[in-house]
């Protein structure tokens, strides 16, 4: 719900964000200005957004977007734990992209689970020349002896691949016959589209393609459910399976934190399919409901205002037993999260957040700050596209700055003149606002700490963010501000 901000003040956002923007050249600074925003009563209330998004980066600025390779190697097929992904190119890319995102999985790393594993075809000039087509397929082959219990391969095709036209299709068609598994390839090139975004699409069809309603299941309940978008970062996944659980909904696959193959396969025998990420994992929805008939809902576990809406929303699709027993774990639940607001509340109230951030949490996470007292000054996504900036406006209050693939340069700027006392980003950031005196949490991956979903999360979430602003390090930090 939003609270209203005098005019002033909305007014006053409004000339910081033009004085920021002024440093650029004429034509950049136009072009930047459509990619903000500040909120109004009437944009929060119709959720009607006229920030422009999912448009190329400004050549010579800054970004902090990532590429489609990105989001398909990175986000979608990383975590599913019992196969062997193969980053198909140079090998920088595999290197870049190794090990980034905490996604935990139960198993024995490099046994029965290889999401830590970097496997890479490490192109070189002569792959370049004549093709990487054999060297993929011996890789294939070494994979099968050297993991004997992986079920299954993906390739994840970088832009060399692309551009001189490997038939990475040909090849899985090939071992995926003679080995007996599924080979399945992905055409994730990092020069395609604008962000991640895309890669996000181009993995979630490729998984469509070779895996969806592959898997063979009988023994369904009325209440079955698959979580989508849940990776499992700092063990996310089981904290927010335990409330799903606990009403008494049965979780039969996980996209993707801890998944499988298996999970993929038979996941159109759900009733309900429940989506955290939107942006990565939308499409497959999208799929499940047009293909199966299976309806989906979006759901936020961050912080006890939205865990309590959510569970609500999602026990409204089943019989009373369930929608009684998502009240009973509401109040149960509700006692504990008490004590941590009254806790932390007191040290956090007023403190002003930035965010900038992929996928949901630049929007997810609004509800757990202001349940400590915090106040989201301003946030916006790498890569969101227009749906996603159209719900994330209703959970903003007005004169909350809104902004889409921010420069380094922009965020720097602001985070000066707003007087932030906390940002929330990507490790890439992390080390300029330490830099600036600001207190920071890298919030893709917690900091190497998590989980942050569900009621256990929420109590990291609190003592993190207290950790961060009132650590007596900042004492010792000179700022050149």
């Known amino acids: 719900m939003s609270t209203a901000m005098d005019k002033l003040t909305v007014e006053t956002r409004k000339r910081i964000v033009q004085e920021v923007l002024e440093a650029f050249p004429e034509k950049t600074a136009k072009d930047r200005a459509k990619h903000y925003e500040v909120a109004e009563a009437p944009t929060i209330e119709t959720g009607k957004c006229a920030l422009k998004s999912n448009t190329k980066s400004r050549p010579g600025v800054m970004t902090a977007r990532g590429c489609s390779y990105a989001g398909s190697k990175g986000v979608v097929w990383g975590p599913i734990k019992d196969m062997v992904h193969i980053s198909h190119g140079p090998v920088g890319c595999g290197q870049y992209s190794w090990g980034t995102r905490r996604n935990y999985a139960n198993g024995t790393q490099g046994v029965d689970v290889f999401g830590v594993l970097q496997v890479t075809s490490d192109f070189q000039e ?53 080995l007996s598994m599924p080979v399945i390839p992905v055409r994730c090139e990092g020069f395609r589209g604008v962000s991640q975004s895309l890669g996000h699409h181009i993995a979630n069809d490729a998984v469509r393609d070779h895996l969806l309603g592959k898997g063979e299941f009988e023994d369904t309940t009325p209440y079955d459910i698959n979580m989508i978008g849940e990776y499992n970062i700092g063990g996310d996944t089981w904290a927010s399976r335990i409330l799903l659980e606990e009403i008494g909904l049965r979780v039969i696959g996980q996209w993707a934190g801890d998944g499988t193959m298996n999970e993929l396969s038979i996941s ?114 790498e890569f969101g596209h227009k749906d996603d900036y159209q719900r994330m406006v209703k959970d903003v ?20 003149k707003l007087g932030t006392d906390l940002v929330g980003a990507g490790v890439k950031e992390k080390y300029v606002y330490h ?32 950790m961060a602003i009132n650590s007596p390090a900042w004492n010792l930090v000179k700022s050149p501000f």
Not at 149 to 176: F, N, R, T
């Open 268 to 381: 159109h025998k759900a009733k309900l399919n429940v989506l955290h990420c939107y942006r990565s994992m939308n499409y497959i929805c999208t799929t499940m409901e047009e293909r199966y008939g299976i309806p989906w809902m979006e759901y936020n576990f961050f912080g006890p205002t939205k865990i309590a809406e959510s569970l609500r929303a999602i026990a409204a699709h089943f019989d009373d037993t369930i929608k009684e027993n998502a009240e009973r774990v509401i109040a149960k639940y509700q006692a504990e999260a008490d004590k941590v607001i009254e806790k932390y509340r007191p040290k956090l109230e007023g403190k002003k957040v930035m965010l900038m951030v992929g996928g949901l949490r630049a929007g997810h996470t609004i509800g757990a700050y202001e349940d400590l007292g915090m106040d989201v000054i301003s946030t916006g996504y």
């Open 435 to 466: 830099k600036m005196g600001i207190p920071f949490r890298q919030m893709h991956s917690w900091d190497y700490s998590g989980p942050y979903h569900g009621f256990d999360g929420f109590k990291i979430f609190a003592r993190d963010m207290d």
């Open 126 to 178: 002569r792959d370049i020349v004549f093709g990487g087509d054999k060297k993929l397929e011996t890789i294939c082959r070494e994979i099968t002896k050297v993991f004997p219990l992986a079920k299954g391969i993906s390739v994840q095709s970088e832009c060399p691949v692309g551009l001189i036209g490997d038939d990475i299709e040909a090849v899985g068609k090939k071992m995926a016959k003679e």
């Open 397 to 416: 209050q007005e004169g909350t700055i809104i902004y889409d693939d921010p420069t380094a340069y922009e965020m720097e700027a602001l985070a000066e």
